[in-house]
């Protein structure tokens, strides 16, 4: 007698949540992840943070400056930090008292002045350059930056990945006193503030880490006030050939900056964009 056949049970195939979504086989069930069990009393255990997606390395930064400076700053071939000044330029944008306190200011983690740092906004409406659009009294400013309108000024731009790589380039170049037991060292760090560099509450990344923390911290604020009085700061000097862009307000001052710079061996783009040199109040 023929026993009769094990029925078997049908299943039915799951249903896909999306057409990407991969088809599970027999042989690899889904199984499901055995929750950890608490103890009374015990510590929670610490979650791994996720890594950031924010990618700090394409933030602009921008420095500027009088048109009357630039010829000067060209035929230097790059931009001098305040300490390392042996003239002042044509026009000065800095108050007096501000150099000072830039001066004894230290930059926390780095042990060197303010003023050994060529500084950088981080964005092309910072508060100090607002001052100067709305010819608004501001004790960092210089009286003669009030005498110029704002399509007097240019923006000089670069990105932290071009400064960051320019910078490293040039710690690694070789140098006459590579053979000496007491070569200098040569600073290649950036640091970034969340305030002005000067004032007493301002916070610092002056590491390759802790910089990268704060400008994740900058771009991540909701309202973006942080950001306008921020600082990037440079070691030193920044040469020209980091600098890829010359903002400008007009044509015609655009026609006058190529002028310059044909003078010179530093062919940065010179692009025309008014929104940076009116003031918040202006309607665009």
Same mark, same amino acid.
């Given at each position: 007698?023929?026993?009769?056949?094990?029925?078997?049970?049908?299943? $039915?195939?799951?249903?896909?949540?999306?057409? $990407?979504?991969?088809?599970?086989?027999?042989?690899?069930?889904?199984?499901?992840?055995?929750?950890?069990?608490?103890?009374?009393?015990?510590?929670?255990?610490? $979650?791994?943070?996720?890594? #950031?997606?924010?990618?700090?390395?394409?933030?602009?930064? +921008?420095?500027?400056?009088?048109?009357?400076?630039?010829? #000067?700053?060209?035929?230097?071939?790059?931009?001098?930090?305040?300490?390392?000044?042996?003239?002042?330029?044509? /026009?000065?944008?800095?108050?007096?008292?501000?150099?000072?306190?830039?001066? *004894?200011?230290? /930059?926390?983690?780095?042990?060197?002045?303010?003023?050994? +740092?060529?500084?950088?906004? =981080?964005?092309?409406?910072?508060?100090?350059? @607002?001052?100067?659009?709305?010819?608004? !009294?501001?004790?960092?400013?210089?009286?003669?930056?009030?005498?110029? @309108?704002?399509?007097?000024?240019?923006? %000089?731009?670069?990105?932290?990945?071009?400064?960051?790589?320019? %910078? !490293?380039?040039?710690?690694?170049?070789?140098?006459?006193?590579?053979? *000496?037991?007491?070569?200098?060292?040569?600073?290649?760090?950036?640091?970034?503030?969340?305030?002005? !560099?000067?004032?007493?509450?301002? $916070?610092?990344?002056?590491?390759?880490?802790?910089?990268?923390?704060?400008?994740?911290?900058?771009? !991540?604020?909701?309202?973006?006030?942080?950001?306008?009085?921020?600082?990037? =700061?440079?070691?030193?000097?920044?040469?020209? @050939?980091?600098?890829?862009?010359?903002?400008?307000?007009?044509?015609?001052?655009?026609?006058?900056?190529?002028?310059?710079?044909?003078?010179?061996?530093?062919?940065?783009?010179?692009? /025309? +964009?008014?929104?940076?040199?009116?003031?918040?109040?202006?309607?665009?």
């Amino acid at each position: 007698m023929t026993e009769p056949a094990t029925p078997v049970k049908k299943t $039915r195939a799951p249903k896909l949540s999306s057409l $990407r979504d991969p088809l599970p086989t027999a042989a690899t069930p889904a199984a499901r992840a055995a929750r950890p069990v608490r103890v009374a009393g015990a510590p929670r255990p610490v $979650r791994a943070e996720k890594a #950031s997606t924010d990618n700090v390395d394409e933030q602009r930064v +921008y420095h500027l400056t009088h048109i009357s400076n630039l010829a #000067s700053i060209l035929h230097d071939g790059h931009l001098s930090a305040n300490a390392a000044l042996t003239t002042r330029p044509a /026009v000065d944008i800095s108050a007096a008292a501000t150099r000072e306190t830039r001066r *004894d200011a230290r /930059v926390t983690g780095a042990d060197r002045s303010v003023a050994e +740092y060529v500084p950088f906004f =981080l964005s092309p409406n910072a508060s100090v350059w @607002e001052s100067i659009r709305a010819e608004q !009294a501001d004790p960092r400013l210089a009286l003669d930056s009030h005498g110029s @309108e704002a399509f007097d000024f240019v923006m %000089l731009v670069s990105t932290v990945k071009t400064i960051n790589d320019g %910078l !490293a380039a040039r710690a690694a170049a070789p140098t006459d006193a590579d053979d *000496d037991d007491e070569a200098p060292h040569i600073p290649s760090l950036v640091a970034v503030t969340n305030g002005d !560099a000067a004032a007493p509450l301002t $916070r610092f990344g002056a590491t390759p880490a802790t910089a990268e923390r704060m400008l994740q911290t900058l771009r !991540a604020e909701t309202d973006g006030t942080m950001l306008l009085e921020a600082e990037l =700061l440079v070691p030193d000097a920044v040469p020209m @050939e980091l600098i890829t862009l010359i903002g400008v307000c007009n044509d015609n001052v655009r026609a006058t900056v190529r002028g310059i710079l044909k003078a010179s061996a530093f062919k940065p783009k010179v692009a /025309v +964009y008014p929104p940076w040199f009116h003031t918040a109040a202006d309607p665009q």
